[in-house]
């Protein structure tokens, strides 16, 4: 990020176009949490303040210009709200000119199995009822119909979650969900990335913990397979560089089917 970001989560000190639509994104998006309590709203406005990823999903333009989504694991549907919030400042005009137009999203079926996450998503994002369905379930157990129709998969900050047949078995079916040129965003941990690694899964068991759930575990692999196992389904893929600090032991993989 150019901009430094302060302890009120704002972003200062870069460009100052881009830090203006930053924190502006970062208001819209976060307000739509009022109504599911401070909580939800902290969260939101911490996470989407401090974590690269989001404001990278938009400033290299990853998504197609309009997009059916299905975002699995949504938990309280951050991705969403910054969706919507990016799309609506485009559309009022107070968007940074040198950034990509944020997708219009044409639905955004979010999936997540845990009832208060889908609780506080479902509040949020009452308001967008029309493109923004929000599902209890668990993933590991989807079929391919129950993506609906989609043109991105996004699996963020997920996969480590499911045990290694289930990771494989549900990529395949984001694979036979997916039209001819879909694409899937997985933010996955990388074994390799090391101490970093370490440190990133400490810190998920702890949250775990911290929520009252049991300590869940993990099945992590190396970036490389991760890439095999997504080339081996027909994807080609690369990993889009996420910054520093506890995003450095993750890896964005995008990966893409021939159209
Ligand atoms: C680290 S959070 C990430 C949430 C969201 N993707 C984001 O970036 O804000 C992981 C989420 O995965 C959900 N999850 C884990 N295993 C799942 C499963 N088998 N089915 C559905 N959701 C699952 C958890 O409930 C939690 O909300």
Known sequence: MRGRRTAAGHFAGGDPVSDTVLRAL????????????PFAYHFARGKLGADP?????????????????????CGQGLLASWLLAARHLYECGRWAREWPAPPKLLGLRGVDRNPREVARARRALAGDAAIVEIRQGDIATLETADFGPVDVVTILDVLHYLDFAAQESLLRKVRDALPAGGRLFARVGNTDAGLPHRVSTAVDLAVAFARGHRLPRLYCRSSRSWIALLEGLGF????????????????????????
């Open 53 to 73: 990823l989001f404001r990278l999903l938009l400033q290299r333009g990853m998504f197609p210009a309009a997009a059916r989504v299905v975002d699995l694991g």
């Open 236 to 259: 080609s893929v690369h990993g889009e560089p996420m910054g520093t600090g506890r995003s450095f032991a993750n890896v964005m993989l995008v990966a893409q089917l021939p159209l």
């Open 26 to 37: 970062l208001d819209a998006a976060s307000a739509t949490y009022r109504p599911a309590g």
